[in-house]
């Protein structure tokens, strides 16, 4: 079955950019729309944006997309994150995540990486 | 952008009673052309990710317990959990998917 594996460093420095990638396994990326996620402790999830499964798409949430930027590596079937210019208030929990139905990014979220916690400190 | 609130942020319910979530939506989440709710509720267990529990506002997902339930248009909607059980201690949110950016409850802890 497919799965979701996100990777990246723990820990960020204030101002400095926050990296992640996340890893589809067991299946196929095409046609559907693959989502990163956030979650900050005690909170609930934040949309951060979409990518189209080639790369030909995205959509970010207005609140960050100055500073985000989400990109697709097809062939190793990765999706990658990069926020900039980040501060205390990006610590969370970051997912990756499916849209369940494909061509579209107005569905539901069905499948879920296990997520990887980045903390943003000195 | 459309605001997802919950209530009540916690609830406790004795085992095999019935729990009652809401969730209202800062605009409406109904699309009159295909007469659909763009609105799912999830469920997170400690340590885990969310999980998908319905879309379309009513339509249960495969291999949900029939004892979750929900309901509602527009901007009122519901999730109900007929007779709870241990394993249904958890976090329940509420999500948009309307429009850009689609957006989350605070989340609603429901405790035995």
């Known amino acids: 079955q497919v799965q979701l594996q996100e990777s990246g460093p723990g820990l960020v420095k204030p101002s400095e950019a926050l990296s992640l990638t996340c890893t589809v396994s067991?299946?196929?990326?095409?046609?559907?729309?693959w989502a990163w996620i956030r979650q900050p402790p005690g909170k609930g999830p934040e949309f951060i944006g979409n990518i189209y499964y080639d790369g030909s798409t995205t959509n970010y949430n207005p609140s960050l997309k100055t500073r985000v930027t989400i990109s697709a590596d097809t062939s190793r079937k990765q999706y990658y994150l990069k926020l900039t210019s980040v501060t205390a208030a990006d610590t969370a929990v970051y997912y990756c995540?499916?849209?369940?139905?494909?061509?579209?990014?107005?569905?539901?979220?069905?499948?879920w990486g296990q997520g990887t916690m980045v903390t943003v400190s000195s | 952008d459309i605001v997802m609130t919950q209530s009540p942020d916690s609830l406790a319910v004795s085992l095999g009673e019935r729990a009652t979530i809401n969730c209202k939506s800062s605009q409406s989440v109904f699309y009159n052309s295909n007469n659909k709710n763009y609105l799912a509720w999830y469920q997170q267990k400690p340590g885990q990710p969310p999980k998908l529990l319905i879309s379309?506002?009513?339509s249960r997902e495969s291999g949900v317990p029939d004892r979750f339930s929900a309901s509602g248009s527009g901007t009122d909607f519901t999730l109900s959990i007929s007779s709870l059980q241990a394993e249904d201690v958890a976090v329940y949110y509420c999500?948009?998917?309307?429009?850009?950016?689609?957006?989350f409850g605070q989340g609603t802890k429901l405790e035995i």
């Open positions: 067991g299946g196929s990326v095409s046609d559907y729309y």
């Open positions: 995540a499916r849209v369940r139905t494909t061509l579209t990014f107005f569905d539901a979220f069905d499948l």
């Open positions: 379309w506002a009513s």
């Open positions: 999500q948009h998917y309307f429009d850009t950016p689609q957006a």
